[in-house]
Nanobody, 123 residues
Framework: QVQLVESGGGLVQAGGSLRLSCAAS??????????MGWYRQAPGKERELVAA???????NYADSVKGRFTISRGAAKNRVYLQMNSLKPEDTAVYYC???????????????WGQGTQVTVSS
């Protein structure tokens, strides 16, 4: 069993910044996730991958956030962060952390989800 706890969301004006944090907990080898990522889901839309990072630090981003968001992992590997700069109203969504794996260049999340953290960007 894996628990993912997100934090750091809030209300911010367009152009502002937020830093999201996620801590993964559980037992055994789950701490050796080879990848972690952030998804978001806006009202009426499907959940989408925002960014993912491998255990070695390789990253990939959705085109809509490239150059504005930065994903990183903590030294303990069971933490992942999302620095969000130059926020836009269209970034408004519930953000979810995920643990997963890469197959080639494609990120696949395991079926573990936290409660998410709300990010609201006002215009």
């Amino acid at each position: 069993q894996v628990q993912l706890v997100e934090s750091g969301g809030g209300l911010v004006q367009a152009g502002g910044s937020l830093r999201l944090s996620c801590a993964a907990s559980g037992s055994g080898s789950i701490f050796s996730f080879n990848a972690m990522g952030w998804y978001r889901q806006a009202p009426g839309k499907e959940r989408e991958l925002v960014a993912a990072v491998t255990s070695s630090g390789s990253t990939n981003y959705a085109d809509s956030v490239k150059g504005r968001f930065t994903i990183s992992r903590g030294a303990a590997k069971n933490r992942v962060y999302l620095q969000m700069n130059s926020l836009k109203p269209e970034d408004t969504a519930v953000y979810y952390c995920s643990a997963g794996r890469y197959s080639g260049t494609v990120y696949y999340p395991y079926d573990y989800w936290g409660q998410g953290t709300q990010v609201t960007v006002s215009s």
